[in-house]
């Protein structure tokens, strides 16, 4: 199995990215798949969480309204779309999987049991 993030990059404040995290040997229909990210010096936290089915999402009150999260499972893909970004969002971001939606919809690091490599989110003028 494997969870490939892209997309990161460097932004300035007020604008957007989009994060894509592809799957292989691991389909994202039948996995709930969360977004964590990790600021120097701060523990991992969770960002976002989209259900297998696609029907229930979750964002951390940090990110609400500014960040949606969505899957195509056609391309085994799940995306987070970032806007209005702010400095407080540059941090590694990661993508991870959990083959329970209860665990996953916790966006407790300690409920997922697959994980990504992570992407560079930087955000500054």
């Known amino acids: 199995w494997q969870l490939v993030e892209s997309g990161g990059g460097l932004v300035q404040p007020g604008g957007s990215l989009r994060l894509s995290c592809v799957a292989s040997?691991?389909?994202?229909?039948?996995?709930?798949i969360g977004w964590f990210r990790q600021a120097p010096g701060k523990e991992r936290e969770g960002v976002s969480f989209?259900?297998?089915?696609?029907?229930?999402?979750r964002y951390a009150d940090s990110v609400k309204g500014r960040f949606t999260i969505s899957k195509d499972t056609a391309k085994n893909t799940v995306y987070l779309q970032m806007d209005s970004l702010k400095p407080e969002d540059t941090a590694v971001y990661y993508c991870?999987?959990?083959?329970?939606?209860?665990?996953?919809?916790?966006?407790?690091?300690?409920?997922?049991?697959?994980w990504g490599q992570g992407t560079q989110v930087t955000v500054s003028s």
């Open positions: 989209i259900s297998s089915s696609g029907d229930t999402t």
């Open positions: 991870a999987a959990t083959y329970d939606d209860y665990r996953g919809g916790s966006l407790l690091v300690s409920g997922y049991d697959y």
């Open positions: 040997e691991l389909t994202v229909s039948i996995y709930s």
